[in-house]
């Protein structure tokens, strides 16, 4: 029985491989030449939506000033932080330089955009510099709301059981210090979700689900609790993978505590306080608890007067139109992201398929071509269950299940392959969007 299993995961390795060099080589069809233009366009934020777009628009335009404005100098992957707070993955893993993908032909800003002038088309940096421009597409991700939870900050991460695996690097290597101790010694853990919208809104349940699936071998079962709290009354936003959740949840011994937000940490006590629906508040101990904070735009982005203001006000996420993301006030500027105002598209893999629409976008609205691309609210989750098992979650704005690979690997069921696409081709994939080149 051995032999059969190891040649089957050979190909899938090669399956995996394949899958990422495929989608690799979408970036490099045929293109028309670089249409000549003087337009400046200006990029905030040098994350993947940025990054990749930029990289893609020095193809496509020939005189084109385009300025990446950041003054980060680390790209994060940002699908490898709960990797490294479960201990898979060394904190370096997710860690690079942003100038090592940035390509000839872009100027990059290495200042904090801090004003958006809508009107007089202008972008006012930390440094004192005013950049004009003829298209803005904003990009810059989101901010944590750490100051939200009373009690907590992140000095706390990896101390008295309190982890936080979305602040960067260094707090998910220090969230996996706090979380070991759990998963070895036992006792009880609580993990939360926040009420706003939120970056990868599987990374919650994966954290979950990875720990509890380490302490079943570590602690063993029967010497730990494990609660998930959620302020929705759904454990996924997407209907059938909700209810795929809570069945294996319930498999596993994991209680979901519904309509549940953490608003307060008492970290000497090991005391975390919720809201509850009926305007009340409850109170649990834990032995360790996994903080995600309220997720907001940036400041630049919520006084810039470009956000939606009917909805998500709170939050301040960019008004633009769910299927080409452009603002819907302003028609010059864009929005990529994180910061963009859709209903879904939240993840790495949306931003895959988001680039090519703003790009789109921009080429015709520079050459007076026809815009044809459009975004469905494609999202991607590689929701993993396990060590070794993954379910790989697809869907668009209407909450259908959009598999890439139908009849290959089933989007609801824990598979090797679809944890393998997670830790193989994902970041392949990745790096190759940052490139232009998926």
């Known amino acids: 029985m051995t032999r059969p299993l190891a040649t089957s995961r050979r190909g899938f390795f090669g399956l995996a491989a394949g899958g990422a060099a495929a989608l690799a080589a979408t970036g490099s069809e045929t293109r028309a030449a670089p249409a000549p233009t003087t337009a400046r366009i200006v990029i905030i934020g040098a994350g993947a939506g940025g990054t990749a777009l930029a990289n893609r628009l020095v193809t496509r335009f020939d005189g084109a000033r385009i300025t990446l404005i950041d003054a980060r100098a680390e790209h994060l992957y940002q699908p490898g932080l709960s990797l490294v707070a479960t201990g898979l993955k060394p904190a370096g893993y997710v860690v690079s330089r942003t100038t090592d993908w940035l390509p000839?032909?872009?100027?990059?800003v290495a200042e904090r955009a801090v004003a958006i002038d809508a009107e007089a088309k202008t972008v006012a940096t930390d440094g004192g510099q005013?950049?004009?421009?003829?298209?803005?597409?904003?990009?810059?991700?989101?901010?944590?709301?750490?100051?939200?939870?009373?009690?907590?900050?992140?000095?706390?991460?990896?101390?008295?059981?309190?982890?936080?695996?979305?602040?960067?690097?260094?707090?998910?290597?220090?969230?996996?210090?706090?979380?070991?101790?759990?998963?070895?010694?036992?006792?009880?853990?609580?993990?939360?979700?926040?009420?706003?919208?939120?970056?990868?809104?599987?990374?919650?349940?994966?954290?979950?689900?990875?720990?509890?699936?380490?302490?079943s071998r570590a602690a063993g079962k029967g010497n730990y609790e494990i609660t998930y709290a959620a302020p929705q009354t759904s454990l996924f936003g997407v209907p059938i993978v909700s209810e795929k959740v809570r069945m294996l949840f319930e498999e596993r011994g994991i209680t979901p505590a519904y309509q549940h937000t953490l608003?307060?940490?008492?970290?000497?006590?090991?005391?975390?306080?919720?809201?509850?629906?009926?305007?009340?508040?409850?109170?649990?101990?834990?032995?360790?608890?996994?903080?995600?904070?309220?997720?907001?735009?940036?400041?630049?982005?919520?006084?810039?007067?470009?956000?939606?203001?009917?909805?998500?006000?709170?939050?301040?996420?960019?008004?633009?139109?769910?299927?080409?993301?452009?603002?819907?006030?302003?028609?010059?500027?864009?929005?990529?992201?994180?910061?963009?105002?859709?209903?879904?598209?939240?993840?790495?893999?949306?931003?895959?398929?988001?680039?090519?629409?703003?790009?789109?976008?921009?080429?015709?609205?520079?050459t007076g071509s026809e815009a044809t691309e459009r975004y469905d609210g494609y999202t991607s989750c590689p929701l993993i269950t396990r060590v070794g098992r993954a379910m790989l979650v697809e869907f668009d704005y209407h909450n259908n299940l959009t598999p890439s690979f139908p009849g290959l690997i089933a989007p609801l069921e824990e598979l090797w392959i679809s944890w393998l696409m997670k830790e193989v081709a994902l970041k392949a994939t990745y790096n190759a969007m940052l490139r232009g080149k998926a």
Not at 104 to 108: I, Q
Not at 322 to 341: K, M, Q, S
């Open 263 to 366: 608003t307060k940490v008492d970290a000497e006590r090991k005391i975390a306080t919720f809201a509850t629906a009926d305007g009340g508040s409850t109170e649990m101990g834990y032995d360790y608890l996994h903080v995600i904070p309220p997720q907001r735009a940036p400041e630049v982005i919520r006084q810039s007067g470009l956000a939606w203001a009917d909805k998500w006000t709170d939050q301040g996420w960019v008004e633009v139109d769910p299927a080409t993301l452009r603002h819907r006030r302003y028609p010059d500027i864009f929005a990529l992201g994180d910061v963009a105002g859709v209903p879904k598209g939240k993840t790495a893999a949306s931003v895959k398929w988001q680039v090519p629409v703003v790009e789109d976008q921009l080429v015709s609205a520079i």
């Open 104 to 108: 000839a032909g872009v100027d990059l």
């Open 130 to 215: 005013s950049i004009g421009y003829d298209f803005l597409v904003l990009a810059p991700g989101l901010v944590l709301d750490h100051d939200a939870i009373e009690g907590f900050s992140l000095d706390l991460v990896g101390r008295n059981g309190i982890g936080a695996l979305y602040a960067g690097p260094e707090y998910a290597a220090r969230t996996w210090t706090a979380a070991q101790i759990f998963t070895e010694q036992g006792g009880v853990g609580l993990f939360t979700r926040p009420a706003t919208e939120m970056k990868c809104a599987g990374a919650p349940l994966k954290h979950t689900f990875l720990l509890e699936d380490i302490a």
